[in-house]
């Protein structure tokens, strides 16, 4: 776990140096490039991913090696085809609209990002998690050494996430060849792969798709709202002030990632009203500790701002507004209550009715105050959303903290 948060921290870390070094414009369009990237990854390979993460373990603890690894390498299949066919995409819109080069870019760089996923997989499954932890920070360590010369020397973000792109892909060839090193044996999977695609349960696929699809578009609806709206420099601004979100959003993937097996294990032998219990008293815990670790940032960040990011002094003044979505985010921990107790369908409705929610209110924005909107006006209805988020989640948790042992 230290390792894995030392590799968490240096990719957050590149974010702030980004911000440092490149010019205001330039961390736009980086910040634009790294948009594309993260909705290409959200298609999780139409949802195979998810299924491979959810079925690996699995396999490989049936001695069914032969199926994990078919199943992978349809994932890097649906990967690539997805990348061929927005690329095509992309080509025939720039005949008719400006396409930044960046975009073609983040693609390039969201298929990647893809790629290191699958190939993690496999340590992931077997329980290798130190061997996981260590490929994240070999990669991490790359990537941020890379980026910070290439900033410094030619001050572009296209060629640095260019660049991180071609490391990422360099490195999860190394993690599949570790995994599978019989060529021989690779070449069987794939034509296999190929042959049966046909035969994946694309019904399941679609259910993790589809939530896959509602959670990025919670996440992330705010920035494409002002990729669309705001100038390319206040786009910077608003993607500087959502570093803080990165911070919020690691923090709980870490403790997500020891309190589940947990409370899953509680939650066999004590029932669900036991873990809701764990639960509350965790959020409760979190909320206070995170707000009480954000003042001295809060009192300082007018002085932090101006001595190292004084090309973003504007936003100063929402930071406040960044700082406490981001405590309810990393403090919401609602949906894994109710995945353990089996409620998904419960999450995918309080998921569909927020995001609804959200399109619609950034829509009003964008329809009706689209020469008033600002970092502030976008802000505040993501704040908003995440508010009713947390709410909601636990709402319902509530009512369901008296259910049956699974």
Known sequence: MPVLAIAMGLMMARLLVMARILSIEEYGLYSLGLLVSGSFSMLSCLGLQLVLQRDSPYFLAKGLERRAAILTIQACIIALLLLLIFLIVALFSALYYRIETIVFIGLLHGFSQQIFIISTVDNRSRGNVLQYSKNNLWRAFFVLGVSCIIGLTCNSSGIILLADAVLTIFFSYIFFKSSYKNNAYIKACIRAGFNSLKGVKWSVCSIFFINSLIGFSL??????????????????????????????????????????????????????????????????????????????????????????????????????????ISIIRASDFWFTYLMIIGKESTIFYISFITALLSIGSYYIIFKFNYFYASIYTISIVNLVITILIFIFGGIFSWKHRNCLKN
């Open 219 to 324: 996440l992330n609806a705010d920035r494409w709202t002002a990729s669309i709206l705001l100038t390319v420099d206040n786009f910077s601004i608003y993607s500087f002030a959502g570093i803080i979100f990165v911070f919020g959003t690691s923090a709980h993937a870490l403790i997500n990632t020891s309190i589940f097996p947990y409370l899953s294990k509680k939650n066999t032998h004590l029932g669900s009203k036991a873990i809701f219990v764990e639960v509350l008293k965790l959020t409760v815990i979190l909320l206070i500790g995170y707000s009480l670790v954000s003042i001295p940032f809060l009192l300082m960040r007018k002085e932090i701002i101006e001595d190292y990011f004084n090309k973003y002094q504007i936003v100063i003044d929402v930071i406040p507004i960044f700082i406490l």
